[in-house]
C-alpha cells in the first residue's frame, strides 16, 4: 500500500508537470500574438505598434484562451518561477508577473461580489486602504468596489484561508498573510457596526459556526504558548510553527528551476496561520462569554499571542522578515473588539 506522503509528493509532482505546461503553452502562445502583430503592421505599413501595448494585449489573449485549465495550483507554481528567475532574467520575471496579474484580474471578473472583494483586499499592502475597502463595500460599494455584507465576506475569507492551508504545496505567503489580516479587519469594521457582538447578527452567527470547533493542533500549540511567559520566546515559538506558511522558500539549486520547499502540505495536524487565529479569537470569545474581566490574565496572554502573530503576518505581507508593524495597526483592535 502506497504512503499518504507519497502519495502527495506524487500528486504535487503533477499538479507542478501540469502547472509548467500550461505555462509553457501560455509563453507560446504570447510569443505567437506578438510575432503576428508584427507581421500585420509590417504588411499594413502603419509602423510598429508600442512593444508594451502588443505584449499586454497578448497576454491577455493568451490568459483569456487559457483560462479554464488554469488553478490555484497554477498560480502558486507561476509565483514560484517568478521568484527563481527574478535574479537572473529579469525581462522573464516581468512578463510571469505580467501573466499573474493578468490570471488574477480574469478571473476576478468572474467572481461573487464576496470573492471580488477579497481578491482587492489580498492585493493591498496597507491596513488602514484595506478596512477603508471593506467599509465603502458594506455601505453598498461603487467606484468599482463591490457592494458586499461583512457576513458574506466573512464566509468567503474563511474558506479561502482553509482552502490554502489544506492544500499540499505551500501557499502564496503574501496573499494568505494579507487575507489573515483582512479577517481581523472584518471583524473591525463589524464591531464599529455592533454586528459583532450582537448574537442575532449574521456576523456573528458566522464567526460562530466557524470558530465552534477548535483545531486540534492549534488548540496544543494555543495551551504551549499560554504557558510561556516571556513574549520574545512565544514570538519565536510563533514563527517558528508557522514556517512552512510564512516564510520564503528555499532557493533552488544551482539558482535555477521551482523553488524547493520542504511543506507539510494538506496535514490536518499542523499549526498554520489562519487556524491559529481562529483559535485565539475563539478562546477569548468564549472567555469573554464565561464573563471573564477584560484584564483577566488569560485574556491578556491571549491578546499578547494574538498581536505577535498580527505583527509576524505584517512582515510577511509587507515583504518584511522581522518584526516591525505596530500593534496600533487596525487589525489589532479586533481582540479588543471581541471584548
Known amino acids: 500500500m502506497q504512503s499518504h506522503s507519497c502519495a502527495s509528493e506524487e500528486e504535487v509532482r503533477r499538479q507542478v508537470d501540469r502547472a509548467a505546461a500550461a505555462l509553457e503553452q501560455i509563453m507560446e502562445d504570447i510569443e505567437t500574438d506578438i510575432a503576428v502583430s508584427?507581421?500585420?503592421?509590417?504588411?499594413?505599413?502603419?509602423?510598429?505598434?508600442?512593444?508594451?501595448?502588443?505584449?499586454?494585449?497578448?497576454?491577455?489573449?493568451?490568459?483569456?484562451?487559457?483560462?479554464?485549465?488554469?488553478?490555484?495550483?497554477?498560480?502558486?507554481?507561476?509565483?514560484?518561477?517568478?521568484?527563481?528567475?527574478?535574479?537572473?532574467?529579469?525581462?522573464?520575471?516581468?512578463?510571469?508577473?505580467?501573466?499573474?496579474?493578468?490570471?488574477?484580474?480574469?478571473v476576478a471578473a468572474k467572481l461573487p461580489a464576496s470573492l471580488r472583494l477579497l481578491d482587492s483586499l489580498g492585493r493591498m499592502a496597507s491596513s488602514e486602504v484595506r478596512v477603508g475597502l471593506i467599509r465603502r463595500s458594506a455601505d453598498g460599494g461603487g467606484e468599482g468596489v463591490p457592494a458586499c455584507s461583512l457576513a458574506e465576506a466573512l464566509a468567503g475569507a474563511n474558506q479561502i484561508i482553509d482552502d490554502?492551508?489544506?492544500?499540499?504545496?505551500?501557499?502564496?505567503?503574501?496573499?494568505?498573510?494579507?487575507?489573515?489580516?483582512?479577517?481581523?479587519?472584518?471583524?473591525?469594521?463589524?464591531?464599529?457596526?455592533?454586528?459583532?457582538?450582537?448574537?442575532?447578527?449574521?456576523?456573528?452567527?458566522?464567526?460562530?459556526?466557524?470558530?465552534?470547533?477548535?483545531?486540534?493542533?492549534?488548540?496544543?500549540?494555543?495551551?504551549?504558548?499560554?504557558?510561556?511567559?516571556?513574549?520574545?520566546?512565544?514570538?519565536?515559538?510563533?514563527?517558528?510553527?508557522?514556517?512552512?506558511?510564512?516564510?520564503?522558500?528555499?532557493?533552488?539549486?544551482?539558482?535555477?528551476?521551482?523553488?524547493?520547499?520542504?511543506?507539510?502540505?494538506?496535514?490536518?495536524?499542523?499549526?498554520?496561520?489562519?487556524?491559529?487565529?481562529?483559535?485565539?479569537?475563539?478562546?477569548?470569545?468564549?472567555?469573554?462569554?464565561?464573563g471573564a474581566p477584560a484584564d483577566d490574565p488569560r485574556r491578556a496572554r491571549l491578546e499578547s499571542m494574538r498581536l505577535a502573530l498580527l505583527r509576524l503576518l505584517e512582515d510577511v505581507q509587507a515583504g518584511s522578515s522581522s518584526p516591525k508593524a505596530s500593534s496600533d495597526s487596525p487589525a489589532a483592535s479586533a481582540g479588543s473588539a471581541r471584548s
Open 38 to 106: 508584427k507581421a500585420v503592421s509590417d504588411i499594413v505599413g502603419d509602423g510598429p505598434d508600442d512593444p508594451e501595448t502588443v505584449e499586454a494585449e497578448a497576454i491577455s489573449s493568451a490568459v483569456r484562451n487559457n483560462l479554464e485549465g488554469l488553478d490555484g495550483a497554477f498560480l502558486e507554481a507561476l509565483t514560484g518561477y517568478a521568484d527563481a528567475v527574478r535574479r537572473d532574467d529579469v525581462s522573464t520575471a516581468r512578463r510571469l508577473d505580467a501573466i499573474r496579474a493578468e490570471l488574477l484580474a480574469q
Open 164 to 290: 490554502m492551508e489544506e492544500r499540499l504545496a505551500p501557499p502564496d505567503r503574501i496573499l494568505l498573510a494579507r487575507l489573515c489580516l483582512a479577517r481581523e479587519e472584518l471583524s473591525v469594521v463589524a464591531a464599529e457596526r455592533g454586528e459583532l457582538d450582537n448574537p442575532r447578527s449574521d456576523f456573528a452567527q458566522m464567526a460562530a459556526a466557524h470558530q465552534a470547533v477548535l483545531p486540534q493542533a492549534a488548540a496544543a500549540f494555543t495551551k504551549e504558548l499560554m504557558s510561556v511567559g516571556s513574549a520574545q520566546r512565544r514570538t519565536a515559538l510563533l514563527r517558528q510553527a508557522l514556517r512552512a506558511d510564512l516564510e520564503p522558500p528555499a532557493p533552488p539549486a544551482g539558482g535555477t528551476g521551482p523553488l524547493r520547499t520542504k511543506h507539510p502540505g494538506g496535514d490536518p495536524n499542523r499549526v498554520t496561520p489562519g487556524r491559529l487565529l481562529a483559535c485565539l479569537a475563539a478562546l477569548q470569545s468564549g472567555l469573554a462569554r464565561q
